[in-house]
């Protein structure tokens, strides 16, 4: 109705993938977490846009078409594709997916560097350094030097090299960006990157080389084609450039699709951004250049920046040179076995989402599994469903007196607060990007019903007919307080859930609704139901364990 408030704006985004790698377990990782975000954000009555998508350009793409012998657009085309099949595969329900070898990002990165050249913040100047080609960067002789002029990723030797480039007036930009994480301590999360940027902050910001002309892979500089656009710049753009930000709006021929909406203008008001997701190896660029960008342009700043830990591996980062990838085959395999919520459940809980790394272990997603999902969550519901079909042949009883008076059993058993302070503390720690904690809370909620039903015994009150209406009461509220559950748990195990909701009714209307005490309808009917079978674990590629 037009009294109602105007539905709020969130913009969600994971880093756009490079096409030269093959997704693995990382990928995976950030684009669950945004994906859970963007669920919760969605249930919470948020207009939600979910942005992924390929980093297409740059010197590395081009040598490994060269090697393989097709055009750096081929491979871009065939991996891109991967990813999209990867992220669709995995039930992450993004709503754009860019890629940055699109015209429409193309034209509008050009227009962008145009603006910052037009402005004097981009110039024409010379650089002569040292060179990390794996990772098309320079150092300066001091840090070079403090690396042993080798490469710290691939440990290669640096070159020295002198170019011609045009920059980026970073420099003009130090006390804004000092004055940004100083003032907005929770613009990049969690507080140990936020530290690092000021720490690097303090020590005085250089101008940065923008453009590349040793390679030709990628975008023109739009006054000088013989300088292509280096690919970081390229690649933040794609932020703005997804949502149209420097196009004119116009009338494309009507059709539903995201391409559509963006040519009609339509994507514009979700800038600026509510959430960037990524891990910390870029949040430099994702804390200091991309919003020094975006004040050159004199746009609005994303409001958060958040930079998670690595999936590690016996305590060592993954890498290609180490062959040590949780790669897709061995994700397959365990999404396979554990099935694809439950896998995506070990994700959310045991993944690096602050500062400390995680160790990928085939032991904790059994053990995860185990705990929270078997015995919990599945043991709980298959016990009251199964109660509600022995002695109500499966039709939900009232919580309710005759009188209409509700049962109630006690404080700590007062499920009205309980679960009302549950779910609270789910909202807030989802808010929060702290999904450990949020599954926690959940499953501690489900726990309850298990001590719950322990403590009263059902099976001993269906013996006394003189408490057939405690009986009633008591599974009403197993399975209201286990429906309120599901609802929090959803972001977490969408599928599982919507299966859930085939035989309970989780409730409908925006998340802060479903979650009211009570909703659940005595009447209705409830089959007993197995959620999570139980399975043997896996070793560290995902092969059975021989026992
Ligand atoms: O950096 N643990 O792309 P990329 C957790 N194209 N997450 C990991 C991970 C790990 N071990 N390894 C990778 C790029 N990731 C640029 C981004 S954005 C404007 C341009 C995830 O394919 C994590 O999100 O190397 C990390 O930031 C991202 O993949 C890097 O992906």
Redo the contacts with the bound molecule.
């Keep these: 109705s037009s009294t109602s408030p105007p539905v709020e704006k969130c913009f969600v985004t ?5 096409v030269n ?1 093959q997704p ?4 995976v ?2 684009s669950t977490i945004a994906d859970a975000y963007a669920r919760f954000q969605r249930s919470r009555g948020r207009d939600v846009f979910f942005l992924t998508g390929t ?1 297409e350009h740059g010197l590395k793409v081009e040598q490994s078409a060269q090697k393989r012998g097709i055009s750096p657009q081929e491979l871009a085309d065939e991996n891109s594709a991967t990813f999209r099949q990867v992220l669709d595969d995995m039930g992450i329900t993004f709503d754009g997916f860019i890629r940055t070898t699109e015209p429409y990002h193309k034209s509008q990165v050009q227009h962008f560097v145009d603006k910052l050249r037009e402005k004097g913040d981009v110039y024409l100047g010379k650089f002569e350094g040292w060179y990390d080609e794996g990772q098309e960067e320079y150092y300066t002789e001091t840090k070079a030097k403090e690396l042993d002029y080798k490469s710290p990723v691939s440990g290669k030797d640096m070159a020295r090299s002198s170019e011609e480039n045009y920059y980026f007036k970073l420099s003009a930009y130090q006390r804004q960006l000092e004055k940004l994480h100083e003032e907005c301590p929770d613009f990049l999360s969690p507080p140990a990157r936020r530290n690092e940027i000021l720490s690097r902050l303090s020590q005085g910001l250089n101008d940065v080389p923008i453009s590349r002309t040793n390679f030709k892979w990628g975008i023109a500089m739009p006054n000088d084609d013989n300088h292509i656009i280096y690919v970081w710049i390229d ?2 753009l ?1 932020y703005i450039t997804a949502l149209g930000l420097a196009e004119e709006p116009s009338q494309p021929a009507a059709s539903a699709g995201v391409a559509t909406r963006r040519l009609k203008g339509e994507l514009k008001d979700y800038w600026p951004a509510s959430l960037h997701i ?2 910390k ?2 949040s430099w ?1 994702h804390a200091v250049i991309w919003p020094a960008l975006l004040m050159a342009l004199e746009m609005p700043l994303p409001e958060r920046v958040h930079a ?1 830990g ?3 591996r016996d305590g060592k ?2 890498s290609k040179s180490l062959g040590n990838f949780v790669d897709l085959k061995t994700i397959t395999r365990y999404t396979d076995h554990y099935g694809l919520d439950s896998f995506r459940y070990f994700l959310l809980v045991d993944g ?1 989402i602050a500062a400390q790394d995680a160790n990928f272990a085939s032991s904790r997603v059994q053990e995860v599994y185990n705990t929270d999902l078997v015995n919990t969550l599945g043991n709980s519901l298959s016990r009251t469903t199964a109660m509600v079909n022995k002695y109500y042949n499966g039709i939900i009883p009232t919580e309710q007196q005759i009188q209409g008076i509700r049962i109630t059993f006690g404080k700590r058993y007062d499920w009205p607060v309980v679960t009302a302070e549950a779910a609270n503390q789910v909202m807030h720690a989802v808010e929060a990007l702290e999904f450990p904690k949020a599954a926690t809370a959940a499953v501690a909620l489900v726990a309850k019903v298990d001590h719950f039903i322990n403590e009263l015994e059902p099976f001993r009150l269906a013996k006394d007919e003189t408490k057939a209406e405690e009986l009633g009461a008591v599974l009403y509220q197993c399975l209201e307080v286990l429906r309120i559950a599901c609802v929090l748990l959803e972001p977490f195990l969408p599928n599982k859930m919507r299966e859930v909701s085939e035989n309970l009714d989780l409730g409908h209307g925006t998340l802060d609704e479903r979650v009211k005490w009570g909703l659940l309808q005595p009447g209705s009917t409830v089959k007993k139901m197995t959620l999570f079978p139980r399975v043997a674990p896996l070793d560290e590629l995902g092969m059975p364990v021989s026992m």
């Design positions: 994971t880093p756009i993938y490079y790698d693995h377990i990382g990928h990782y950030t980093d690649a933040l794609n990524m891990a190896e870029i660029f998670h690595f999936w590690i980062k993954m690096p």
